[in-house]
């Protein structure tokens, strides 16, 4: 991978750089990715070569976006992304993997994570990727996008889990959204990006993001995958 130019600090509406922390047990392959971040100006906290290895370093770097390869030594890349996603729900995660077998990008996704490329893709969409994965959007490879809507579709056919995990979910009395928050709800579980959202509401990208922790934290979910679920079982990707 060669470095391409582009800026890492357009998190939000802010200055700041993208914080990012690369997984991957092949060094060359790692060391080459965080050396394209790093150059395109994002922050590289950290890095790690094995599962036990991430959970503890990005514990301590805190990052905004982790690149995690899922094909990890001592513990396997969904269970490191399950971890620090159920340690912090505002962790994005882009997993970078050679698979493009429907299984593991479905898996992958259960675990929390934003977005799914392959390593075949270019080192200028890998930084697009990770711009837009700390944005919030979900980013899939090419032909990857439709699958997870399906499966989306599939999981809110199928009857609610019962509760676990230490909460009960948003229902019943689950609090009122706001005529705004619903109207993004119904864009997201509509698979449109927060950038779109943004335009087509003519707000900016913060108001979207805004909205969309409001409206996790009233209904007591944890991520997009729970949100595009409880709008999908509502029938709001349909109106």
Not at 56 to 77: F, H, S, T
Not at 147 to 176: H, K, N, Q, S, W
Request: proline residues 5%; glycine residues 10%.
């Amino acid at each position: 991978m060669t470095a391409t130019s582009g800026t890492g600090t357009e998190q939000g509406e802010e200055n700041t750089p993208v914080r990012v922390m690369v997984v991957d047990d092949h060094p060359m392959w790692r060391d080459a990715v965080a050396r394209d971040l790093a150059e395109s100006g994002f922050e590289v906290v950290a890095t790690a070569g094995d599962g036990e290895q991430a959970v503890r370093r990005a514990l301590a770097a805190a990052p905004d976006v982790l690149v995690l390869d899922l094909n990890l030594p001592v513990k396997p890349g969904v269970q490191v992304c399950k971890e620090l996603v159920a340690h912090n729900p505002a962790l994005r995660v882009l997993v970078l993997s050679a698979s493009g077998e429907h299984a593991d990008v479905l898996e992958a996704v259960k675990s929390g994570a934003t977005g799914y490329l392959l390593k075949s893709a270019s080192t200028q969409e890998l930084l697009d990727a990770v711009r837009r994965t700390a944005a919030g959007d979900p980013v899939f490879t090419p032909g990857l996008a439709g699958l997870v809507l399906g499966e989306y579709r599939r999981l809110a056919a199928e009857p609610a889990p019962a509760a676990g995990a230490g909460t009960d979910g948003p229902e019943p009395g689950a609090p009122r959204l706001t005529e705004r928050e619903t109207e993004v709800l119904r864009l997201v579980a509509k698979g449109l990006s927060y950038k779109q959202i943004a335009e087509r509401l003519v707000i900016s990208h913060r108001t979207v993001q805004n909205h969309v922790q409001n409206t996790l934290g009233k209904l007591q979910l944890h991520n997009r995958v729970e949100l595009v679920r409880y709008a999908i079982e509502r029938g709001l990707d349909g109106e």
